[in-house]
């Protein structure tokens, strides 16, 4: 049976969010407007919705993705970023 962690309110597969921080650990982050978004992106790690009605209004960016904030903040620290 699967094991589950709790990030950010959602619970998510421990497998599935320890394989997506460590591809996010890799990646040159920067942040970014969320506005200019036409539809929605996901988050690398949690897989929350990043949309133009996110908030805060900013993400972090990088050629792998999407970053929430608070995984941004959570997880690689507010000095990781490009």
């Known amino acids: ?23 996010a650990r890799k990646l040159a982050w920067q942040e970014a407007a969320v506005g200019a ?22 993400a972090f960016r990088s050629p792998g993705g999407w970053l929430c904030a608070a995984c941004h903040a959570a997880f690689l620290g507010a000095d990781d970023h490009g």
């Open 1 to 23: 049976m699967p094991e589950f962690v709790d990030v950010h309110g959602a619970r998510i597969e421990k497998s599935f969010f320890e394989a997506n921080l460590a591809e």
């Open 37 to 58: 978004i036409l539809d929605h992106e996901h988050c690398l790690v949690c897989w929350t919705a990043i949309s133009a009605e996110s908030s805060p209004a900013f």
